[in-house]
């Protein structure tokens, strides 16, 4: 009967052994937004392709993080970090610039929802490309008012 106790123990205790190690073990993850590129200070609108592939990392404690390759108008490329807060992931992309005197710019910033499903993208360069004070991409969105949607629910903001 003691065996018994002492072998199903061992058992569940190396179920929950494995469980915790497969929970944070780093997932895949691929996602495509059909995404609009609007601005708040005009009413330029351009649908566009948002891209985000690399690997989540699950945390016992606080949260997860992501890190993967950001594409965004298929052609601005980024190597992001993501750091779950709340109820989304948040990560800004910065460029280091080497030379006599090393310095970092932000030059955006991303905010993905919880499930990954929604993608919100403040990004200098494409203000530059598209003449653009405070461009942004939302997606997925087929319309302006689709993206303020997504950006508002991507940030929690009240209906």
Known sequence: M????????????????????AYLQPRPIEQEYNSMIYSNDNDFTKRTTMRLKGDLYQKIVGGGRIQAELTADDEFSYKVTLEKQDDHYFGAIILIAL?????????????????????????????????????????PASSREAALQVAREVMGAPE
Do not use: F, P
């Open 2 to 21: 003691r065996n018994k106790l002492w072998i199903i123990t061992g058992v569940a205790l190396l179920g929950i052994l494995y469980s915790g190690y």
């Open 99 to 139: 030379g006599e005197q090393a310095s970092t710019h932000t030059i955006g910033t991303v905010m993905l929802s919880e499930e990954l499903d929604k993608a919100w993208l403040k990004l200098d360069e494409v203000n530059d490309k598209y003449q653009l004070v405070e461009g942004y991409i939302s997606g």
